[in-house]
Structure formats: structure tokens, C-alpha cells
T-cell receptor, first 114, second 111 residues
Framework: AQSVTQLGSHVSVSEGALVLLRCNYS??????LFWYVQYPNQGLQLLLK??????LVKGINGFEAEFKKSETSFHLTKPSAHMSDAAEYFC????????????FGSGTRLLVRP | DTAVSQTPKYLVTQMGNDKSIKCEQN?????MYWYKQDSKKFLKIMFS???????INETVPNRFSPKSPDKAHLNLHINSLELGDSAVYFC??????????FGSGTRLTVV
């Protein structure tokens, strides 16, 4: 069964510092990969996704992620953190079957210090 | 606005009651989902419908019954509510390019 591991339930950075949120997946076949952001008391908003093609994917709000098949990873980065980036971030995969369901990681809470 | 809308946003009810959550999407998507987010923020798929047909039922107690009257609507009915059902329930829909759109959630509290 496919699974997603997000290393670090909480990540704290200073405003202006690099943001790195880690995501690893387990799958014999590379799945499609996603990053979502959830602000307090809100739904999930898509940051970016990888399906095929270029392995470096750019998303909204200055975020990007790189699919590395050899490392089964899809880490999320942003060069300079902003206070408004403070939120919960979820990595997710879609298994390559007919279900098209999203399997989520456990989430990482990003804290941005002034 | 094009969106996935859920009602109600908040639901507080007593144990043993029966309640429903409604979801509607005007995006023209064929596939809709229900996800449950527990108190630790963990998100798990519950059900999926494709064009009114059930395609995923992920080991959810049979007290939970989804209903899809048409492809734009997916409702969730819960019988005999238990304390452990307290969670945030998210509806979502999917387009043909793996674009998932989530509703803003229904926070269910069972007391």
C-alpha cells in the first residue's frame, strides 16, 4: 500500500529564511504528488502538483518542489519565508490505480518567527 | 463563484442523533469525495463517487451513508452519532487533470 511520510510535525523558521518541508513516499510505481496548504479553520488549497514532465515544479506563493525518483522524495521549498506562510502543509500522493484518491501525509505545521 | 460548498459549516449534536452534511460543486467535475480530518489533523479518504456511482468505500462504519442524487451533489448521512465521529469532514471534487478542489469543511462535534 502506498504511504506518505512527512518528516517533522513542526518546522520553525525566521521570516526571510529558507523553508524546507520534507516528504517521502513509498510506491513501486511513481505516483502523482501534491502539496496542499491549510490555513486555520479553512479547507485545503493546492500549492503545486507533479504528474509528468519536468521534475521541478513551481507553485503558488513562491513555493516549489522537486520530484526525485531515486530518493522517493518530493520536498517543498521556498527561498524566503513570510509571516503569511504560517499554516499546516500536507503532502499527498495519488496511487496509479482507478481510485484516484489522495493519500495524505500527517502534515507539517510551519511556524514563522518575526 | 465556482466552488465546492458544504453545509453546515458547524454542527454540534448529541450522541445517538442522526445528521446529514451536504456538498455541492459547480465545477462540472464527475468525481466527488468525502475526507475526514481528525483532531490530530490527519486526513483520510472515506468515500468517492464518480458520476453518481460509488467507487471507494474505505472501511467506514455502515452508520455512514453517502448519497449522490446527481454528479454535482454528494451528501453524507450519519446515523447514531458517536463521540469518535467528532472531526472535520471535507468534501472535494476532481477534474480530469488531477485537480482536486476542497470545500471549506464541516466541523462536527458530538457531545
Amino acid at each position: 500500500a502506498q504511504s506518505v511520510t512527512q518528516l517533522g510535525s513542526h518546522v520553525s523558521v525566521s521570516e526571510g529564511a529558507l523553508v524546507l518541508l520534507r516528504c517521502n513516499y513509498s510506491s513501486s510505481v511513481p505516483p502523482y504528488l501534491f502539496w496542499y496548504v491549510q490555513y486555520p479553520n479553512q479547507g485545503l488549497q493546492l500549492l503545486l502538483k507533479y504528474t509528468t514532465g519536468a521534475t521541478l515544479v513551481k507553485g503558488i506563493n513562491g513555493f516549489e518542489a522537486e520530484f526525485k525518483k531515486s530518493e522517493t522524495s518530493f520536498h517543498l521549498t521556498k527561498p524566503s519565508a513570510h509571516m503569511s506562510d504560517a499554516a499546516e502543509y500536507f503532502c499527498a500522493v495519488t496511487p496509479m490505480d482507478s481510485s484516484y484518491k489522495l493519500i495524505f501525509g500527517s502534515g507539517t505545521r510551519l511556524l514563522v518567527r518575526p | 463563484d465556482t466552488a465546492v460548498s458544504q453545509t453546515p459549516k458547524y454542527l454540534v449534536t448529541q450522541m445517538g442523533n442522526d445528521k446529514s452534511i451536504k456538498c455541492e460543486q459547480n465545477l462540472g467535475h464527475d468525481t466527488m469525495y468525502w475526507y475526514k480530518q481528525d483532531s490530530k489533523k490527519f486526513l483520510k479518504i472515506m468515500f468517492s463517487y464518480n458520476n453518481k456511482e460509488l467507487i471507494i468505500n474505505e472501511t467506514v462504519p455502515n452508520r455512514f451513508s453517502p448519497k449522490s442524487p446527481d454528479k454535482a451533489h454528494l451528501n453524507l448521512h450519519i446515523n447514531s452519532l458517536e463521540l469518535g465521529d467528532s472531526a472535520v469532514y471535507f468534501c472535494a471534487s476532481r477534474d480530469g487533470n488531477y485537480g482536486y478542489t476542497f470545500g471549506s469543511g464541516t466541523r462536527l462535534t458530538v457531545v
